[in-house]
């Protein structure tokens, strides 16, 4: 008897401070974690893997993921994320002691050689770290930020979002249009001879000719006469 009783002593002592530690973890405010990792991009259209660059072309489309970790056992509260589509992620959070705790990733660079880059509208998800969707979140992660909601004690989750290059068209080149050529003026041509005119002086002038004749010679024999 007396040495069950005295395991039972020895046991509750060791049981206090596993209590005693675990009311420690459970009472550690939440804190976010950033890092090489917490940010990072993909082409989707040419399915790339996730890194810290990507090069996207026109009419592409890329897809980022900002993680949140929380790495302590405190809950946060408010989790707010904040992204530049070339450069860097911000999440920002409240802890259980209602303190601010933030995180900064690296930089994301995506080359854009020609186009621009904008957000998709509409495309900001939630997912845990087993890759189950949670639920849509609202546009702004590229702007203002997103408030993805409370994130428990030692807890990872990712928001995904997306952009792509729009390039301008050139519109086709439409040729001048030519006016019609306005034909040269060509001068009348001048009327063939065909000697009808010539005949009918000659015929004049002979008339007058054998008229003048024959009045000199009436002439002549009035004399004589």
């Not at 596993?18 to 009472?27: E, P, R, W």
Request: proline share 8%; glycine share 8%.
């Amino acid at each position: 008897m007396k040495k069950l009783a005295m395991f039972i002593a020895i046991a509750a002592f060791a049981f206090i401070p596993t209590l005693l530690s675990t009311s420690a973890f459970a009472d550690t405010p939440g804190s976010l974690a950033g890092g090489p990792d917490m940010y990072q991009v993909r082409n989707v259209t040419t399915n790339t893997s996730y890194g810290s660059s990507a090069s996207i072309a026109c009419n592409e489309t890329v897809k980022y993921y900002v993680q949140v970790v929380n790495t302590e056992f405190g809950k946060l509260t408010n989790v707010n994320v904040k992204a530049n589509l070339n450069g860097t992620a911000t999440a920002s959070a409240t802890n259980s002691v209602n303190e601010a705790t933030t995180a900064t990733s690296n930089s994301v660079a995506v080359t854009v050689p020609k186009g621009t880059l904008a957000y998709v509208s509409g495309s900001t998800q939630l997912y845990d770290d087993q890759g189950k969707f949670i639920k849509n979140l609202p546009d702004g992660v590229a702007a203002n930020g997103v408030n993805a909601g409370d994130l428990g004690g030692s807890t990872r989750e990712l928001i995904y979002f997306q952009a792509t290059v729009s390039c301008p068209t050139t519109p086709p080149v439409t040729p001048p249009v030519t006016p019609p050529t306005t034909p040269p003026v060509t001068p009348p041509t001048e009327l063939p001879h065909t000697g009808i005119a010539a005949n009918v002086l000659g015929l004049v002038g002979l008339g007058s000719v054998i008229a003048a004749a024959a009045y000199f010679i009436a002439s002549r024999r009035a004399l004589r006469s």
